[in-house]
């Protein structure tokens, strides 16, 4: 499929009542665009990194009842999974697209990666744009810029709470003119996640 950015429709995806419905909605619309933008973006990212990075369409097979509030694809070092590693997320809610770096709280050694973060919170000042957003918890909406966080402490929380987490990136809105250009959106993920890069690799040292 070639992908032509995304629509008020896939944003509506997140209004249907029921888990079926819901989920079904999500496969037919919004899955497909994963695909065609999950490839080319994992491609970039292993030849940027020197090594093979895997592609990760969200399935939500824990669900029984609920249905989503979101949804999301996930580029990682592991074939077999990403919530235990640092990994790369371009996704939807109702009302915008997130492209990030994901650390959740699955990852084992977050405390280290938090630590390492802290003794170069200059560097990653200086690194990450002041309209970038960060979030502490993968399952809320709200995130926070650059320009008006506490760094330090987001980090320190990160580091010291166990269900602390750290996501950092950009947020679209559904009328952004970049989501429904379809080159365009790819080349702004692609660019989001290459000023990402410099982060991904401090969190294996």
């Given at each position: 499929m070639q992908f032509s950015g995304f629509t008020q429709n896939d944003f509506d995806a997140f209004t249907i009542e029921g888990l079926s419905e819901r989920m079904a909605a999500i496969q037919e619309r919004i899955q497909p665009k994963f695909q065609a933008i999950g490839q080319p973006l994992t491609d970039d990212l292993s030849a940027s990194l020197g090594n093979e990075m895997y592609l990760h369409i969200a399935k939500h097979l824990r669900r029984s009842v609920n249905p989503p509030?979101?949804?999301?694809?996930a580029i990682a070092a592991n074939k077999r999974g990403y919530k235990q590693h640092p990994h790369f997320q371009v996704g939807l809610y109702d009302d915008h697209v997130f492209v990030w770096l994901a650390f959740i709280y699955e990852l084992p050694n977050k405390k280290n990666i938090?630590?390492?973060f802290l003794k170069n919170i200059k560097t990653i000042k200086s690194t990450i744009p002041n309209d970038y957003v960060i979030s502490l918890d993968h399952m809320k909406k709200?995130?926070?810029?650059?320009?008006?966080?506490?760094?330090?402490?987001?980090?320190?929380?990160?580091?010291?709470v166990k269900k602390a987490e750290l996501l950092i990136g950009r947020h679209?809105?559904?009328?952004?003119?970049?989501?429904?250009?379809?080159?365009?959106?790819?080349k702004v993920a692609k660019e989001t996640f290459e000023t990402l890069l410099p982060l991904y690799k401090l969190s294996f040292k």
């Open positions: 509030n979101d949804t999301w694809m938090a630590s390492t709200d995130a926070t810029t650059m320009k008006d966080i506490n760094l330090k402490e987001s980090l320190e929380r990160f580091r010291d679209f809105a559904p009328n952004d003119p970049r989501l429904t250009d379809g080159e365009e959106f790819l």
